[in-house]
């Protein structure tokens, strides 16, 4: 499914370039910075004998490297591409649990952008806004070895009882804005800042089981800078 999803942007891609397209190359620093919120524990609330609604978690920023793909169909509309090197986030309890370290997860946010580029009467400067979908898949989510002693001086757990975390993949849509800054025929400078929509569920497993479940709003907003390269 995940690498389906990923294949049809390409083709997608591909199918929308005409022969006659330009294709830029972008890399450079790109930065996951969530806006999240998240939904209580209400097991771990009620086994604490803490108030309902006062344990909930956040995850931190990230920083990776950030290759984005620009295929102009004309002066105005631009189709990118967004990917990036594995972005790696620690999962930090809020409120009555505010500094308890839950657990980590990696996740891989490809996103396709319709881009229309500002005619502002400069070929060197483009100013331009964009909206697309992302879909974003979580990978080798990990307890913190400090929620698992919670747990355990709770009596939620023994120490023969396995605990896991998942989290489920999101699909939602993303928002744009940036600028294309040409240096020479060939090179250039890309900055663009962007909103995502990105939605999961965090289920906590004993053995397997789901113990409990949280839903997450990440909605990060994501920035990039980097170099750009015109073929």
Not at 196 to 209: C, L, Q, S, W
Request: with cysteine.
């Amino acid at each position: 499914m995940k690498k389906s999803i990923i294949a049809c942007s390409l083709l997608a891609l591909g199918a929308a370039m005409p022969a006659y397209a330009d294709v830029s190359v972008n890399v450079g620093a790109i930065g996951v910075m969530p806006n999240d919120s998240s939904g209580s524990l209400p097991v771990i609330e009620a086994v604490a004998g803490a108030p309902a609604g006062s344990m909930g978690v956040s995850v931190n920023s990230n920083t990776q490297l950030g290759l984005t793909i620009d295929y102009k169909i004309d002066d105005n509309w631009t189709l990118e591409l967004i990917a990036a090197t594995p972005f790696s986030h620690d999962i930090h309890g809020t409120g009555a649990i505010a500094g308890l370290k839950v657990g980590s997860t990696k996740h891989l946010p490809p996103t396709l952008v319709a881009q229309y580029h500002f005619d502002v009467g400069s070929d060197s400067f483009k100013p331009f806004v964009g909206l697309g979908l992302n879909y974003t898949t979580f990978f080798e989510d990990k307890v913190d070895p400090e929620l698992a002693g919670t747990l355990g001086a709770l009596g939620v757990i023994t120490a023969n009882d396995t605990v896991d975390l998942a989290l489920s993949d999101s699909f939602g849509y993303a928002v744009q804005a940036g600028f294309n800054c040409k240096l020479t025929a060939k090179w250039g400078v890309h900055f663009m800042v962007s909103r995502m929509d990105i939605d999961t569920t965090a289920d906590v497993r004993i053995n397997g089981v789901t113990a409990e479940s949280v839903d997450v709003e990440i909605d990060p907003t994501v920035a990039m800078l980097g170099v750009r390269y015109s073929f």
